[in-house]
């Protein structure tokens, strides 16, 4: 076969023979009768912009490490960002087990086939919801935004009612895509926060539900990094009004922060990437959704959920689905929502995590996260011309430091900041412009306290 017939050999099927055979196997006489369906306005009518073949696996992967090498990661720079995405310590272990091949190529599964994966999920599910101090939790979704819409959708089918309030804090990515998520059914409106401490606005609230709000959802920690204190009160707000309390958290923090069930959330959503997974580029995030073991919440799970039952042999139990009836795998188009993939090996790599720290490993973990933010904001509010907001209110991870007495951008002091080896924080001007030049910034248990002063020393040093 000449070169000219091989488009790029490390594409499956791209071989012309190969082709050939597979339009035998469904009797079409060329690629275009094949997609006759595709209507010829939505076709790309060129040759697609793509360099020459390499046509070697060495050349491509000398190619592709030659790209990777231009990016700066956490693995040389000291990095102060989250925003969503944190850098945490993650054990060896957790590498260990979730790259395992029973685990590592585990896709969809049935119990019959793949018993070790469905208990390492159920473990992870048992140990989440211990957490959470709830009875029920999914396997995991795509990631935290899809966790959010979804227990968003749950509430608005159980109550019937089309409003959702959320806090004008939220991140607005996140805003986002939860905003396209549950477009069909519900609108989103946003409740003011308090300037001065970044708590929501309880008169804007209860100025604005009413009997058209089927959820009040708050995130605690806020994505601003402050605890939401009033949480209780608005729990209650939205319960008097026949709302569903929604909370999103970081389950990394509920080893020193009591968890949403214990201030009346209905149902908790939130993101486990904390929980013993590498920041990847698109990639290392899964979403979780808790709730109480009542059926308006359970048969509202579009997702899969793992139980314990009995088997055909006495004193034996087996690892399987939970009312699969009301998912899209078993009724497809007529399941509560579409739900594909699951993130199930961030589930096992979580509860993985969670086994090797215990309960007393959490609080530990989470006292540690807390000291060493106080202990960066009473350094940072030293520095001339910087202080940081809502510095009174409590806080987990992150926090917001302010620039403007400084004379400097956030964009002037973050290149600044690079140029010493290190990420800064988050510009936050452009989506929150009433914060003026301000910078998310985060803390975690792989700071150190020369780390924390060697950020403090070079942002000095940037705002002369």
């Not at 309880?202 to 089927?214: P, R, S």
């Not at 209780?232 to 709302?243: V, Y």
């Not at 700071?447 to 403090?456: G, N």
Request: charged content about 20%; glycine content about 10%.
């Amino acid at each position: 076969m000449s070169q000219k017939k091989i488009v790029y050999p490390y594409i499956p099927n791209s071989v012309q023979a190969t082709k050939e055979a597979m339009l035998k196997a469904v009797n079409a006489k060329s690629v275009e009768e094949f997609f006759a369906d595709i209507p010829d306005f939505i076709r790309l009518k060129r040759k697609m912009n793509l360099p020459e073949p390499l046509l070697s696996e060495a050349a491509l992967v000398r190619h592709v490490e030659g790209l990777l090498s231009k990016n700066q990661s956490t693995r040389e720079m000291l990095s102060f960002l989250g925003a969503g995405c944190a850098q945490h310590h993650v054990p060896a272990v957790c590498d260990e087990i979730n790259s395992r091949s029973e685990f590592l190529t585990a896709y969809a599964g049935e119990p019959y086939e793949d018993h070790g994966r469905f208990q390492a999920l159920f473990e992870y599910e048992s140990m989440m919801a211990e957490l959470l101090n709830m009875d029920v939790v999914n396997v995991p979704v795509y990631d935290g935004f899809q966790a959010t819409g979804t227990a968003l959708r749950m509430a608005g089918r159980i109550t019937g009612r089309k409003v959702v309030l959320a806090p004008a804090t939220m991140m607005p990515d996140k805003l986002s895509k939860v905003r396209d998520y549950v477009k069909p059914d519900l609108q989103v409106e946003l409740v003011p926060f308090d300037p001065s401490t970044g708590l929501m606005d309880l008169k804007a609230l209860k100025k604005q539900i009413g009997a058209k709000t089927a959820a009040v959802f708050i995130e605690n920690p806020s994505y601003l990094g402050f605890l939401e204190t009033q949480a209780e009160k608005i729990g209650k707000i939205a319960h008097e009004n026949g709302a569903i309390f929604v909370v999103g958290v970081d389950p990394i923090s509920l080893g020193v922060i009591n968890p949403p069930a214990e201030y009346g959330g209905d149902i908790v959503c939130g993101d486990i990437q904390s929980l013993g997974i590498h920041m990847n580029y698109g990639g290392g995030h899964a979403g979780f959704i808790a709730s109480r073991d009542e059926e308006k919440f359970v048969m509202e799970f579009p997702s899969r959920l793992f139980g314990l039952a009995t088997t055909c042999v006495d004193g034996e139990c087996g690892f399987g689905d939970v009312a699969y009836d009301r998912t899209s795998f078993a009724v497809r188009e007529e399941g509560k929502e579409w739900v594909g993939t699951a993130a199930a090996l961030w589930g096992i790599t979580a509860g993985v995590y969670m086994a090797l720290m215990g309960p007393q490993g959490m609080v530990e973990l989470g006292q540690g996260i807390m000291q060493r933010v106080r202990y960066a904001v009473r350094k940072l509010n030293h520095v001339s011309g910087v202080k940081t907001h809502f510095a009174n209110t409590p806080h987990f991870k992150e926090f917001v430091v302010n620039f403007d007495k400084t004379g400097k951008t956030v964009q002037q002091i973050n290149q600044a900041l690079q140029e010493k080896g290190i990420f800064g924080g988050k510009d936050l001007s452009a989506d929150f412009p009433s914060l003026g030049q301000s910078a998310l910034y985060c803390v975690t248990e792989v700071h150190t306290q020369a780390d924390i002063d060697t950020l403090v020393n070079a942002i000095q040093e940037a705002v002369k």
